[in-house]
């Protein structure tokens, strides 16, 4: 089978992210190269029916990720839920011509059915919420490549400011406060990202675990 080769590219650096955009790109050529990097990788690919994104995550981007990750497992764990955290996995769907790298996914409400194995989304849900970074611009429309994966939730953050996004029919409608966090609203998040800033992560989560304490519903 021939590789049909892309034509046209765009290349950003800034730093926060070094994004490479190739477009018409096959699937083959798509996952041949997943295959050929590997898992344990610096680059992040995403992939939409021949558009094929290369990200390397610099700190400005790899930092408010992992607090972001923090955030949403102090939440849930101090909750009395349970959550699978998945990273940065590999999320395609072959059928749909489309496959993303998230900053950070996560299975809450369907931790039970995906616990303890290798996830497979021909089978299984998608995960239940989706983070994505994006400091600088991306050619991927992600809250479509989200929607038409079928993730119920996306938070997306641009280095100043969160949108939540809840899955509509469709289509992604913002909103204001998580589905799966509902008892949580933006402004906490603000609050515990100026801390961060301010006074230290470890401090952050200290001050979060205790808000949770005195909040969590009964």
Known sequence: MQTQLPVTETTQTSSAE????????????????????????????????????????????????????AFIRRLVVDS???????????????????????????????????RGREVDLDQDPPPDLVVEVDITHTDIDKNRLYAQLGVPELW??????????????????EVEQSRSLPWINKALFYDYLNTCKSMGEAQALRQLSAWITTHLPQ
Request: proline share 3%; aromatic share 10%.
């Open 18 to 69: 070094q994004r490479l955009t190739l477009s018409n790109v096959s699937w083959e050529t798509y996952e041949k190269l997943l295959n050929a990097f590997g898992e344990h990788r610096a680059v992040r690919l995403h992939y939409d029916e021949g558009v094929l994104e290369f990200m390397v995550p610099l700190e400005a981007h790899e930092n408010p990720s992992d607090i972001i990750g």
């Open 80 to 114: 009395g839920c349970d959550i699978k955290s998945m990273a940065s996995t590999t999320l395609r769907r072959n059928e749909l011509q489309k496959g993303a790298e998230p900053d950070k996914c996560f299975y809450i409400q369907n931790e039970s059915k995906v």
């Open 156 to 173: 997306r953050f641009n280095g100043q400011s969160l949108t939540i996004y809840q899955l509509q029919g469709e289509q992604y409608q």
